[in-house]
């Protein structure tokens, strides 16, 4: 039994997750005194009794129209938000890309930020010294690296972000729509990066429109309709039927 | 529990990084920088020097050494609320998108405050030695004042910086019973000014303790009462986990209420 259980990189029980709609929220002690008995909130069920087992060294796609939970459950195995109902459990380091440079400090260089950067995602001094020169030129930052990042262009902050995120060798990684980072020749750059993950029995789950993509990275895909698993298998047939209903 | 220090010990880093830009960050683009954390104390304390023998009659020797030992801890203690209640709000960016244990912020507050306090010991030094004090051996006790005044800061934070999320009253609400307290200690005046059966209600507050312990080994240079500050101790770490499991129940709806 145990060993079946080691298996899965992530375990999704049964999971529930209902958010509260505010009409007006409120956040201050006034407010809440105030209207205390107005009818403040609708529930608005987002995920409805998912269950899903992804096995280590997979690659899984999660597609869906917009609103359909995708992102909600990625923040739920990131462990950012927790289920209403039912259990997650993960099994390994696990790094999550739903924003590029969250946490980055303006003021600071660079260099400063890739360790800020990387201390979020649980690396010790040690393990992000051994990384930070392959950050440092998978960034291709070049002597921009202990500038301040408010200086930096745009492009230029979201390779560092991503440069970043993708050396910290986690067992899991879940990415966010994040796969149209910087120019042509970065993105070809992160994408080769990630097929290098995906072969090195890494578990990845992608969140992504770019259906494309997705056809080239992913073994497995799984299609949110409305909060329900609609579809779970290959990742062509998942596509094929996908664009039959969407396209 | 177990768990809390597994993941505090695999976030170290992050903690470690946390402090220093908690340190280094605040007074980033200031031209004193760093110096403004002792300026302040050191201007409040001139404030209080001057006004405070006008009203009330003073005895108290050394009387702006006397004020500096009780305004650094106080600044320390005044400076961790503050900035504790509202660390949630001011990193909403990183909680809404990255998982890390929530506690190391709190934690990093309280242990940047510290650290801040230990250099600003400096100043305490320098009174001393100028008033003509000079040092004695109780010095060694700062240890056990400096883990009773963590342990009650680090309590108090975890439940207010988890309250002000879901209540944004709470930062100032607090800050109003921050100022309270600064009366209901004796920073500016000497316990001894009250009858004596006012005085143990007033030791019921753990920072009178925790300042007069400072008082003690520094400017009164005698043992401090270590019954009652290992009574904080003691109770503190109770206290602590309970706060602590507080915390630990508000901090799953974080990312949602920020």
């Keep these: 039994m145990k060993k079946v259980e080691d298996k899965n990189a992530i375990k999704v029980k049964n999971v529930t997750k209902a958010f509260k709609l505010f009409y007006d929220k409120p956040t201050t002690l006034k407010e809440r005194l105030v209207f205390w008995n107005k009818k403040k909130s609708d529930e608005h069920v987002v995920l409805k009794g998912i269950d899903l087992e992804i096995k280590k060294g997979e690659t899984v796609a999660l597609i869906g129209t917009n609103g359909s939970g995708k992102s909600t459950l990625l923040k739920l195995m990131t462990k950012i938000i927790y289920p209403t109902q039912g259990k997650i459990i993960t099994n390994g380091k696990l790094t999550s890309l739903l924003e590029l440079g969250a946490g980055f400090h303006q003021d600071f260089t660079g260099r400063e930020n890739i360790y800020f950067n990387a201390a979020i995602f649980g690396l010790t001094k040690k393990e992000i010294d051994a990384r930070l020169d392959d950050i440092i030129e998978f960034s291709e930052l070049g002597e921009f690296i202990d500038s301040p990042v408010r200086t930096y262009s745009s492009g230029m902050y979201m390779r560092l972000a991503f440069s970043v995120a993708i050396n910290v060798e986690a067992d899991i990684l879940l990415i966010d729509e994040i796969l149209a980072v910087g120019d042509q020749h970065f993105q070809d750059k992160c994408f080769a990066k990630l097929k290098e993950l995906k072969d090195s029995d890494k578990t990845i789950i992608i969140v992504s429109h770019s259906l494309g993509a997705v056809k080239m990275l992913c073994n497995r895909a799984i299609w949110l309709f409305n909060g329900e698993v609609q579809l779970d298998g290959k990742t062509e047939d998942v596509i094929d039927e996908y664009l039959k209903v969407c396209g | ?258």
């Design chain 2, 1 to 258: 529990m177990k768990n809390f220090f597994v993941e505090l010990y695999n976030y170290r880093e992050l903690l470690k990084t946390n402090v220093k830009k908690e340190i280094r960050g605040k007074y980033k683009g200031s031209f004193l920088g760093v110096l403004w954390s002792f300026v302040n104390p050191l201007l409040m304390t001139l404030i209080y020097a001057i006004v405070f023998p006008f009203l009330l009659r003073n005895t108290t020797p050394h009387y702006t050494t006397y004020l500096i030992i009780g305004v650094l801890p106080w600044n320390w203690f005044t400076t961790v609320i503050s900035q504790g209640t509202s660390t949630f709000l001011a990193n909403a960016g990183i909680i809404k998108k990255v998982y890390f244990p929530r506690e190391i912020l709190p934690i990093s507050v309280v242990t940047s405050g510290l650290i801040n306090f230990l250099i600003s010991c400096i100043i305490i030094a320098i009174f001393l030695i100028c008033s003509g004090i000079g040092f004695s051996q109780y010095i060694l006790f700062l240890p056990i004042i400096l883990i009773a005044q963590y342990i009650i800061s680090l309590a108090a934070i975890f439940v207010t910086s988890a309250v002000n999320v879901y209540i944004r009253d709470a930062e100032y609400i607090i800050n109003f019973l921050i100022q309270m307290l600064f009366y209901a200690t004796p920073i500016l005046y000497t316990l001894d000014m009250f009858p004596v059966r006012f005085q143990k209600y007033l030791l019921l507050n753990p920072l009178v303790t925790i300042i007069n312990g400072y008082r003690d080994i520094f400017y009164y240079q005698t043992m401090p009462n270590l019954k009652l500050l290992f009574t904080i101790i003691g109770s503190g770490i109770i206290l602590l986990y309970i706060c602590y499991k507080i915390f630990k129940k508000l901090e799953k709806g974080f990312a949602e209420e920020l």
